[in-house]
């Protein structure tokens, strides 16, 4: 099955310890990106990556760091979480061009106390 | 900026009557627009895109969305709503990021509720 995991789906962790949200696909996309979901703000995109070392700032990146070593994994790091890096996050791969739709995964939602 | 904007946090409709939930866009040059719709705990799917052609596209699960120039604005529709339709609808628009490289600007959301 056609699929972006995400893991995990749920985590609390405490200010400052390091944490990282794994995020594979099996479709062979060049394209994935991480978003953060937060109520009244939509989806807003933290990095992206068009194929293998390449990624880029999206418009929240501050606080993230990424990398993109393998096509299909895109994990997500956060070196020092704070407390507003609470929040819901989505890993999402699509086709590059042809205005490919995304596909996302289910989520994690991240608690930082 | 470029962006799409859902000027509506909820709408509420009864099982089998007509829904529409709004969409305007602020591009430069043509609009490239995306309908997903997220349900309780998972990730958001695809329903439809315009790209260009027939003003009135057709999605998943009976979904169609028309496309107004003139108004700037690609609404979601569906001619008889279930229940089952209740869930969260985002509007998405893509644009040339700094970089060069295309993306997609999400609205901020638009919760349907479909009462029995």
């Known amino acids: 099955e056609a699929q972006v995991t995400q893991n995990p789906r749920y985590l609390i962790t405490v200010t400052g310890k390091k944490l990282t949200v794994t995020c594979s696909q099996n479709?062979?996309?060049?394209?994935m990106s991480w978003y953060r979901q937060d109520p009244g703000l939509g989806l807003r995109q933290i990095y992206y990556?068009?194929?293998?070392?390449?990624?880029d700032k999206g418009d929240v990146p501050e606080g993230y760091k990424v990398s993109r070593k393998e096509k299909r994994n895109f994990p997500l790091i956060l070196e020092s979480p704070s407390p507003n890096q609470t929040s819901l996050y989505f890993c999402?791969?699509?086709?590059?061009?042809?205005?490919?739709?995304?596909?996302f995964g289910n989520g994690t939602r991240l608690t930082v106390t | 900026a470029q962006s799409v904007a859902q000027p509506e946090d909820q709408v509420n409709v009864a099982e089998g009557n007509p829904l529409t939930v709004k969409c305007t866009y602020s591009v430069s040059g043509n609009p490239y627009l995306f309908w997903y719709v997220q349900y309780p705990n998972r990730g958001l799917q695809f329903l439809l895109k315009y790209i260009t052609g027939d003003n009135l596209v057709k999605g998943s699960y009976g979904f169609e969305a028309e496309f107004n120039k003139s108004q700037t604005s690609f609404h979601l529709k569906k001619p008889s709503a279930l229940v089952s339709d209740s869930a969260l609808y985002f509007c998405?628009?893509?644009?040339?990021?700094?970089?060069?490289?295309?993306?997609?600007?999400f609205g901020t959301g638009t919760r349907l509720l479909v009462s029995p």
């Open positions: 479709m062979n996309h060049e394209y």
């Open positions: 998405a628009v893509r644009v040339i990021g700094n970089t060069g490289f295309q993306k997609l600007v």
């Open positions: 990556s068009m194929n293998v070392e390449v990624t």
């Open positions: 999402a791969s699509s086709l590059v061009g042809n205005n490919s739709p995304l596909h």
